[in-house]
DNA sequence: GCCAACGTTGGC
DNA sequence: GCCAACGTTGGC
């Protein structure tokens, strides 16, 4: 079991769209090391830090699920997509999703300034300064860490 | 294989 | 909106 932190825009798609549809695919992921994770690493029950990126303010919102272990992420293939990769071969498809399952939304998220003044979290990924992988594993201390914190704030 | 140019991410 | 960080592309 590997414990993920992922990173979304909320404006494009946020938690609260995970609460209202449940599982998703999470689509779109067009980053090398990030696919090698999903690829690779990501199995069915693995839990998820799920980040709102380009937020007000930016920080981990709760948690997700990963319901379906990886498959080829069908937008790359459809060229009305803003995801679509027209050199990737359809017989080796280059890039995949996983789905995710809604788990629980905080009442107010654990915001990156307090990630960074967490001595606990000092060496976590996205407190790094230019962190921009917006998939990668985090330490089950560190993601224990973030949940307490988290549900301290209330679990709606 | 190097590296400059360019594009994207994401905090602020 | 700015810009630092960093990944990708393509000329050589």
Known sequence: MTAWLMKSEPDVYGLSDLKRDQTTPWEGVRNYQARNFLRDDAQVGDLVLFYHSNAEPSGVAGLARVARAAYPDPT?????????????????????????????AWRAPVTLAQLKADSAL???????????????????????????????????
């Not at 999703?97 to 809604?102: E, G, K, Y």
């Open 122 to 156: 000092e060496s976590m990924e996205v407190t790094r300064r230019g962190s921009r992988l917006s998939v990668h594993p985090v330490s089950q201390v560190h993601f224990d860490r973030v949940v307490a914190l988290g549900r301290a704030n209330g679990v709606l």
């Open 76 to 104: 790359q293939f459809d060229p009305k997509s803003d995801y679509a990769d027209p050199t990737s071969p359809p017989d080796a498809p280059r890039w995949v999703t996983v789905d995710l399952a809604f788990v629980e």
